[in-house]
């Protein structure tokens, strides 16, 4: 049984309340850091934890955190990023959902480390029943002073606000997130300036993610060294993931980055294998945006070792064998999956999604869309499969923010991979409307790979 440094105290009746929550030791955590540690101390700590942005990036929070500018007489701001918006993504949902207060907490101790006096949840406007929780959660701290001005007597004033999006996944990017928050409308900015530097009202803000936040708690609770001990190498601590799809338990677990991606899928203690006995097919391991992986590059990396449920071991291979860990939304496909339409699935969101601000997302993501549309509609030609290859390179790595790859990467792995189903639809196309292609040899071993030169 995995050890949970989360959801340990998720199952308790009531914790989502404040007395609850106090009594099974929250806000320990808050009260060690503004009495005992202080601001160097926690982000010593942090640092020490090798906490990874828990949203999809995985960039080290501390070293996030040690870029904020503090010029003299300028307010600092803390932004908690719950738009929660890529699909296959709800961790940050269940967290909010059911233990408010520990996200709260962990607002409370990293802001008082980044030394801003506001902090903001920015929440997914789809989310529409969280904000009244968090509401009451807030005003639940405020009223037995954890919140407010002069907190525990330290001289330190913290007052959180939660804003509620409009639906636009784009406002997942922080940049976006920051111009939404400002009243304008979510279009990402051009970096430099970065939000450490010129972030909400130009001032220097740090955006992180719900799950990020909420895991500075129990890394102060327990210190930096002993957070390591969960996780294995660079991944550290637990994580939370999303699992769902073709699998006998979807849900939100905790996991310890030290257990393989076969022992989640097929273990009782997660996910519980693949739901009526079919065979597993393809994974999206990290929300939408990551790429897709066959069966047989998923369990086992390309050179034949166990892939493992961390940020390293998923990445293994780059995107020509790998996939990213990403914000940990895992969606996994049977045997009787379709590669093309679940591909048009995202294509459509992604073009949906795209503010329009760069030309190659705008123009992109909606020709992407019409010619996978063709091809699963039974009206495709072979040259259309290498003009999506075409399109998704241009659109990659040549927009302002990364909604673009979002878009090319899963277009890009779906061709790279499960390309001969492609060709079976476009040389089938009467057949591809009554059934889909099948496993075929995606379950099948790798050849071994070449003994290295001497």
Known sequence: MGRKLLLDKAHIEGIRYYDTYRSNGGYAAAEKALKTLGPEGVL???????????????????????????????????????????????????????????????????????????????????YAWIP???????????????????????????????????????????????ESLEGKRGNPRIKPPFPAVKGLWQSPTVVNNVETLAAVVPIVNIGGDEYIKYGTGKSTGTKLISACGNINKPGVYEIEMNISVEEFIYSDEYCGGIKNNKRLKACIPGGSSVPVLPANLLLKTAKGETRMMTYESLADGGF?????????????MDEDQCIVRNTLTFARFYHHESCGQCSPCREGTGWMKKVLQNIENGKGKMSDIDLLWDIQRKIEGNTICPLGDAAAWPVAAAIRHFRDEFEWHVANPQESQTRNFGLAHYADPLPAPAPAAV
């Open 44 to 126: 010593d700590e942090v640092k020490k934890s090798g906490l990874r942005g828990r949203g999809g990036a995985g960039f080290p929070t501390g070293l996030k955190w040690s870029f904020i500018a503090k010029p003299e007489g300028v307010p600092r701001y803390l932004v908690c990023n719950a738009d929660e918006s890529e699909p296959g993504t709800f961790k940050d949902r269940y967290l909010m959902e059911f233990i408010p207060h520990l996200l709260i907490e962990g607002l409370l101790i990293s802001s008082f480390t980044l030394g801003a006096n506001s902090c903001y949840i920015y929440i997914r406007g789809e």
């Open 320 to 332: 020509a064998t790998g996939s990213m860990l990403g914000s940990g939304g895992f969606i996994v």
């Open 132 to 178: 009244e929780i968090l509401e009451q959660a807030i005003a639940e701290a405020k009223n037995k002073g954890w919140l407010g001005k002069n907190i525990l007597g330290t001289g330190f004033d913290l007052e959180i606000y939660v804003q509620r999006g409009a639906g636009a996944y784009i406002c997942g990017e922080e940049t976006a997130l920051i």
